[in-house]
């Protein structure tokens, strides 16, 4: 059945004011950085449901909306998550990862010990959903890996906006998340999301990013 259509017709600000607002959205966001060290300073639960509230606004396939917020302030539950995490690191970076992913990442600083996921005050795991059960039946959702990615980078611009620092961490394999969340089968661990503030002594690598010219092309080349 079709869904009720309603009348979209939002107001049209002026041009001039738009692109200020582009430059002072561009200014703002290229403050943004990944952040590893976090202070242990408290953030609400209130807000950290908010910020999720912006991000399951996402469009998604079909409007199937195929993704799964877990957000763990509980000490035990961030050690187990450390722990785990650790482990699988420490075996990327011992054997798994070939010396040229070794050589991208130097710069960055980055290594198998984790003390972030504890100190932090949140981790927010978004799960990928693949497919549900309905009455009984099996329903595929439609693009879940690039619903799933909108959603999270609006949960990232989210934080930003109100002043809080974020990491997008992959430790690969996650399956661990998925036992130490209790998560069913057929949700899949997309991104472990590290939310806080930075700590006052808070440094981040000074990286020069690829120009926007090498990434934007007009029309057909």
């Keep these: 059945m079709p869904a009720k259509m309603i009348p979209y017709r939002p107001t049209l600000p002026d041009p001039e004011w738009m692109q200020k607002r582009a430059d002072d959205l561009l200014s703002d966001m290229s403050q943004r950085r990944s952040c590893r060290y976090f202070s242990p300073k408290p953030v609400s639960r209130q807000l950290i449901e908010t910020l999720l509230a912006v991000a399951h606004t996402a469009p998604s396939g079909a409007n199937r909306k195929p993704w799964r917020f877990v957000a763990v302030d509980d000490e035990t539950l961030k050690r187990e998550v450390r722990l785990a995490a650790e482990e ?107 939310v806080g503030y930075p700590a006052e002594d808070c440094t981040v690598p000074d990286l020069v990013k690829k120009p926007l010219k090498d990434a934007l092309q007009w029309n057909k080349s």
Excluded at 139 to 144: L, R
Excluded at 155 to 178: D, E, I, K, R
Aim: glycine share 8%; charged share 15%.
């Design 88 to 194: 699988e690191e420490r075996l990327s970076y011992g054997h798994r990862m070939p010396q040229a992913w070794l050589d991208a990442l130097e710069p960055i600083g980055t290594g198998p010990e984790k003390p972030y996921l504890e100190i932090v005050p949140w981790l927010v795991v978004i799960f990928r959903i693949d497919w549900e059960t309905h009455d009984g039946a099996k329903q595929v959702n439609y693009y879940p890996s690039e619903s799933t990615g909108i959603a999270a980078g609006m949960f990232l611009n989210a934080c930003h906006q109100v002043g809080l620092a974020t990491l997008t961490h992959t430790p690969s394999p996650m399956t661990f998340l998925q036992t130490i969340l209790g998560r069913p089968v057929n949700e899949k661990p997309y991104l472990l999301i590290p």
